[in-house]
């Protein structure tokens, strides 16, 4: 069982940035990852962090955003720059056992979100 607890949602102006932090219990032998949900909209992969510690961006946000993790406080971050009122979602961390992908089937664990708000 892994339990995650994300920090660091605000809102901001357009060109600004944020960073996200994800508390893991324990992130041992886990693929972590940052999904994000626009009202409306279906939740989408953002950035995957995978067991050797490749890292893997959506198209969408490749170039702003960098995860980062720190393995003695198993927290995992989302440095978010050049922030887009398109980045406009509730953030989730989730964490997984299996494959290191974009699929949400993937990661078993779940957080409980946190929101960010881009204005124009």
């Known amino acids: 069982q892994v339990q995650l607890v994300e920090s660091g949602g605000g809102s901001v102006q357009a060109g600004g940035s944020l960073r996200l932090s994800c508390a893991a219990s324990n992130t041992a032998s886990i693929c972590m990852a940052w999904f994000r949900q626009a009202p409306g909209k279906e939740r989408e992969g953002v950035a995957v962090?995978?067991?050797?510690?490749?890292?893997y961006y959506a198209d969408s946000v490749k170039g702003r955003f960098t995860l980062s993790k720190d393995s003695a406080k198993n927290t995992l971050f989302l440095q978010m720059n050049s922030l887009k009122p398109e980045d406009t979602a509730m953030y989730y961390c989730a964490a997984g056992i299996w494959a290191c992908s974009f699929s949400q089937s993937d990661y078993k664990f779940w957080g409980q979100g946190t929101q960010v708000t881009v204005s124009a």
């Open positions: 962090f995978g067991r050797s510690g490749i890292t």
